[in-house]
């Protein structure tokens, strides 16, 4: 998804996060300040002194986190207009400021009862400094985990009772340093209680908090005895340091759903009226991923009806499925969406048995697993079972060659000949284009391609239109003499135009009688010819505008169009971009966007540092298995329907999703409503059914069902929540704001769902318990706040002009679009592991990386200036230095002349001869296995190196405040803040 420029190291401009590229401007950037690991961050705005101020709000101090940072670099160009802040803004809609804290309370006499009548609330502004000055601390305990029915949420969280009082606990400061996150022992699975207990300082009586803390986690928020901070302790913050934690109720309450892995709904309760819909405040819907990779042996059965054909509902035309009821001595089977009795056909009966179940259920995987996959019958193709078909549209301008990038894309289809999919099947084309279009004939009875110029870019036509398209397994020889002559071919080319428009035009002539895969390779502009493009991502004017999202759409019709064209001909475009120079992702990336198809951003590619990256994500994209010429339609039970679609794919109909091709590594999101005021049902079914060709040539239906119980309680909800998809749907309708409103509105967007969410959730106990200043938040949700954060800091979304590349930002839109909740989590907020007491470390037994490597939070505290950190967000890796580590340790990682300073040459990571350089290349490798959809490229960054060190990893620390946005502690008290109001 992105690699970075080698020589900018020290071209530093704004603060990128990962996984794209880097900017290109020179700047001069401050290092004066101390850095990570030694002190205060030099990245970081160091807090102003406490001032002894008697009235905390008499003077107007400056906003959370907007403080110029040592580490801020100035607009390119020598304007001196610094990088434009991206938190919220300080004046707009309420709810969406910043924080306003309450005057500090001075602690009462022990047995003295506070009679002050309540603040009247407090309109929004801009805190002083200097209520963060001194480190912040926070009183807990730890909550006791309830034991509540093995099903929560059948009645009401409301009517528990209070458990009798007990004695007030002591005041403990700081309970959680002896180990890293500061939990206690989380509850058990069928527990709703909070992990978080309050502070004596803000607790009701304890008699209430025991009943408190069965309901909901809390942190407290109140000022600590004897000190003037408002603050939090950031150890106590929850944070997913385990990575995603799947909530357990999906399977545990309906054991015959599909895996989590193909269909995750946003809440596993669903709302019994529209009343209940309106107040929860999250999107209600569900994420599907139906070729998600399956563990081996755990993979989706095949069932083959053969002659009875595929067994569906006749009204509603649902499949089968393990919720289906069987009646009338096994005669007749009630559908489980629209529960039409249907008749059960001769060849498909089977007798009940005593309890009513058929007898032949472990013969019938059907009837058994939530997933499952059909061979379809001949009257589900309305044409011949397609080819796998591969077709390349090259750009080979003058940039293409000098990067290295046509050398290393040839020898890369070369090695992928013998995986593709598809055996003897398999089809493959060739298009090149600079200024006028090449066109290759490589069918068998050639010794050596036959290579056809069109100059004509007005008036296109295909030569030899029967010749372009050949037999892979028929026309090997030709096909790899002209892979193998194709870099030497175009060596000597100086033209620096691109008629890509033309060339997509001739790639849709060729491709459009059978379909397939389009994998087109840019590495310029375009710039002759139908769709031609310009220059617009500098137009400074347009930003913080009302036109500003003009910029991250498309400029040209044309390529939209040219999408809906190959949508309609089962054509899937792929796009490879590579130019260091701006060259329109917006406009380009429509192309996948509506094809099913992926965008991957290669910014200022030169071979001999990313060959690695872009060799390893071409071979899968060729070589993974693919489903061809798609669509896909997800039913739900009476009541509830989808509404509306996010992702990469067309949309045919209202509900029918066109996807040319669909593999393992794309996910697609959705939301539902009510269509009535009231659910009349105990259980909503959902069934995902994906028709596509296999490469095999096979027609077949991957049905995924899930079953979710219908409830009447909003705390329900809440508790079943799943922050995963949550945050899956937020980030995707986020991405969708920004292209029709400026950033900050879809940044506020995400804020005020989040402060909704709670607020709602607040007043479900703010009569029935006293819960003060604490913040409170069903056990489901503990990390939203942190991944909203995160979302509005990625590359996507956050800041302005100087905050992201143009291209750069519209290729991580396109990229999070289509990303599987995992995956989108991972780089949402990354690991961060040290790995220094490993590597020096004998002997190493099996799994010991994972006792010993544990995450960390991503703050610049984690880094300790004598260890080697690993920093990985899936996209790309981080290996930090510190500065005081052991010089014997750097020179056996790296080479002598490069270990004691990264930033004069692109310093690399290669396996040496020693046992700590094989332990280190044996981490990236078991990291890099865990997810293979991308590459991490491996960049080394040695503490206090600046900009790299900021640029790399320090910009990437969500918990920090970075460029004007607010870090963890601060964005909790502004959310806290706007729930109270």
């Known amino acids: 998804m992105g690699t970075e ?39 970081r705005p160091t807090s102003a002194p406490v001032m002894p101020n008697t009235t905390p709000f008499s003077s107007p101090g400056p906003v959370i986190g907007s403080g110029p940072p040592s580490f801020r670099p100035m607009q390119p160009g020598g304007s001196g207009r610094p990088t434009p802040s991206y938190g919220p803004p300080t004046t707009g809609p309420p709810n969406v400021g910043q924080p306003v804290l309450p005057p500090p309370m001075r602690p009462l006499p022990p047995g003295q009862v506070n009679r002050q009548p309540p603040m009247p609330p407090v309109p929004m502004g801009s805190p002083p400094q200097n209520l963060y000055s001194n480190p912040p601390r926070l009183n807990m305990q730890s909550a006791p985990p309830s034991t509540g029915p093995p099903y929560p949420g059948y009645h ?57 803390v069965e ?48 269909l995750r709904l946003t809440t596993s309760a669903i709302p019994n009226s529209q009343s209940l819909v309106s107040r929860w405040q999250l999107p209600l819907g569900a994420v599907v991923c139906p070729l998600a990779e399956a563990p081996k042996g755990d993979e989706v059965p095949i069932v083959n009806f053969a002659t009875t054909g595929i067994v569906r509902c006749r009204r509603c035309r649902t499949y089968v499925n393990p919720y289906v009821a069987f009646t009338d001595g096994g005669r007749k089977w009630r559908c489980n969406i629209c529960a039409l009795l249907n008749d059960v056909q001769n060849d498909y009966f089977a007798p009940l048995d005593a309890i009513g179940k058929r007898t032949d259920l472990d013969q019938r995987p059907e009837l058994t697993k939530g997933s499952v996959e059909f061979v379809a019958p001949a009257e589900y193709m309305v044409r011949p079972p397609m080819p796998p078909l591969y077709f390349f549209l090259i750009d080979v301008s003058i940039s293409a060659v000098k990067s290295g990038m046509l050398e290393v894309m040839a020898q890369t289809i070369k090695s992928c000949l013998d995986s593709l999919p598809g055996s003897t099947r398999t089809q493959i084309g060739f298009i090149t284009f600079d200024s006028t279009i090449h066109f290759y004939n490589v069918k068998s009875s050639l010794t050596q391609p ?114 809906a064209d190959f949508t309609k001909f089962q054509v899937a475009v792929n796009v490879y971009a590579f130019s260091d120079k701006y060259t329109d992702i917006a406009s380009l990336g429509t192309l996948a966007k509506y094809t099913g198809g992926q965008v991957y951003y290669y910014p200022s ?98 049905v995924h069902t899930a079953a979710a119980s219908v409830v009447t309680d909003l705390g329900e909800m809440y508790r079943q929540a799943d922050t995963g998809a949550i945050v899956s749907l937020l980030g995707r309708l986020a991405i969708e704001k920004s292209l029709s409103y400026k950033l900050e509105e879809a940044r506020n967007a995400i804020q005020l769902k989040i402060v909704k969410a709670l607020k709602e959730y607040r007043k479900l106990y703010s009569v029935q318990h006293r819960v003060g200043s604490r913040m409170i938040y069903p056990e489901s949700l503990k990390y939203l706040a942190l991944y909203g954060l995160s979302l509005c800091k990625s590359t996507a979304l956050r800041g302005g002009y100087a905050d992201a590349q143009l291209d750069e930002r519209c290729a991580a839109g396109f990229t ?39 995450r960390m939070p991503l703050v610049a505290e984690s880094l300790d200036s004598r260890g080697i950190y690993i920093f990985d967000d899936g996209f790309r890796f981080v290996v930090w230095f510190g500065r005081m580590l052991s010089p014997d340790l750097a020179r056996n990682l790296v080479e002598e002349d490069s270990a004691t300073d990264f930033s004069k040459n692109q310093v690399c990571v290669t396996e040496r001869n020693n046992e700590v350089s094989r332990k280190l290349m044996g981490i990236l490798k078991k990291l890099r296995e865990a997810d293979a959809s991308y590459y991490q490229l491996c960049h080394l960054v040695r503490q206090g190196e600046q900009p790299r060190e900021g640029f790399f990893l320090l910009a990437n620390l969500v918990e920090d405040p970075v460029g004007g946005m607010n870090g963890y502690a601060d964005w909790i008290l502004q959310i806290h803040r706007q729930v109270q109001q």
């Open 5 to 43: 420029n080698p020589n900018r190291a020290n071209n530093y401009q704004g603060y990128t996060a990962t996984p794209f590229a880097a900017p290109q401007n020179n700047m001069a950037i401050s290092s004066s300040h101390p850095v990570a690991g030694s002190g205060v961050s030099a990245f």
């Open 156 to 212: 009401s969280m409301q009517n528990r009772p209070v458990n009798p009082p007990q004695p007030p606990q002591q005041t403990i400061s700081a309970p959680f340093s002896s180990h890293q996150g500061g939990y206690g022992q989380p509850p058990s699975v069928t527990s709703s209680s909070g992990m978080y207990g309050a502070g004596p300082t803000s607790a009701p009586p304890t008699g209430v908090m025991s009943g408190l």
């Open 215 to 262: 309901d909901f986690s809390s942190l407290s928020l109140g000022s600590v005895p004897g000190s003037f901070d408002n603050g939090l302790d950031t150890k106590s913050l929850p944070r997913p340091l385990d990575g995603d934690v799947e909530p357990s109720f999906f399977a545990e309450m309906y054991p015959m759903n599909c895996d989590s892995r193909y």
């Open 450 to 563: 036959q290579m056809m110029v069109v100059s004509d870019l007005d008036d296109i036509f295909v030569p030899l239109p029967d010749d372009l398209l050949v037999n892979l397994s028929e026309s090997r020889g030709v096909v790899e003499a002209f892979l193998d002559s194709l870099p030497s071919m175009f060596q000597d080319n100086y033209n620096v135009e691109s008629a890509f428009g033309p060339a997509l035009k001739a790639a849709y002539m060729v491709m459009s009688q059978l379909g397939g895969k389009l994998l087109i390779f840019q590495s310029t502009l375009p710039s002759l010819g139908v769709g031609r493009l310009r220059l617009r991502g500098d137009d400074l004017r347009v930003y913080g505008t009302d036109k500003e999202h003009t910029l991250r759409i498309p400029e040209d019709s044309f390529y939209k169009q040219m999408a």
């Open 605 to 702: 590619f030169h071979s001999a540092l990313h060959t690695d990256k872009l060799r390893h994500e071409l071979a899968r994209d060729l070589t993974r298995e693919t489903a061809w010429e798609s669509v896909m339609r997800i039913r739900c039970g009476k009541g509830v329907r989808f509404t509306s679609y996010h992702g990469n794919f067309m949309l045919r109909s209202t509900d029918l999703i066109a996807l040319p091709a669909v593999d393992c590594d794309k996910a697609y999101a959705m939301q539902f409503a009510l269509e009535d005021t009231l659910l009349t049902t105990q259980i909503v079914y959902f069934q995902v059914a994906l028709l596509y060709t296999a490469s095999c040539g096979e027609r077949r239906i991957r």
């Open 816 to 854: 999070m679009m289509a990303l599987p909740v995992k995956k989108m989590l991972k780089l949402l907020y990354p690991s961060l592991f040290r790995v220094d007491e490993y590597l020096v470390k004998t002997p190493i037994a099996d799994g010991e990386f994972g006792r010993v490597c544990k």
